[in-house]
Nanobody, 124 residues
């Protein structure tokens, strides 16, 4: 199992930007796909974005396409989610996730490792 630590969550006004970061333990290295999920109050946890292990293939949920950008730095064992044009409906706890299978992250099923979550609040 991979140990994941998120950072960067805070409160921001609509239209603003935030950058979330997640650092993985040494065992993750570059052999895990990495991604972000979010859990809003009263709703199920859903996938936001993920990135494959080596070829940089990415997935974005329709709700964030064009506004969020995911990237990874294997040397730093990190994944970043740049969030622009934030909306109140983006308010949620954001979780970093890791799995050897990119498909598992896209599907949001049977994911092996999770971070503790970081709160993002978008409000005026």
């Amino acid at each position: 199992q991979v140990h994941l630590v998120e950072s960067g969550g805070c409160s921001v006004q609509p239209g603003g930007s935030l950058r979330l970061s997640c650092t993985a333990s040494a065992s993750a290295s570059d052999d895990h796909a990495l991604g972000w999920f979010r859990h809003a109050p009263g709703k199920a946890r859903v996938g936001v974005s993920c990135i494959s292990r080596s070829d940089g293939e990415t997935y974005y949920a329709d709700s964030v396409e064009g506004r969020f950008t995911i990237s990874r730095d294997n040397a730093k064992r990190s994944v970043t989610l740049q969030m622009n044009s934030l909306k109140p409906e983006d308010t949620a706890v954001y979780y970093c996730a890791a799995d050897p299978s990119y498909i598992s992250l896209v599907a949001g099923f049977d994911i092996r490792s999770w971070g503790q979550g970081t709160q993002v609040t978008v409000s005026s």
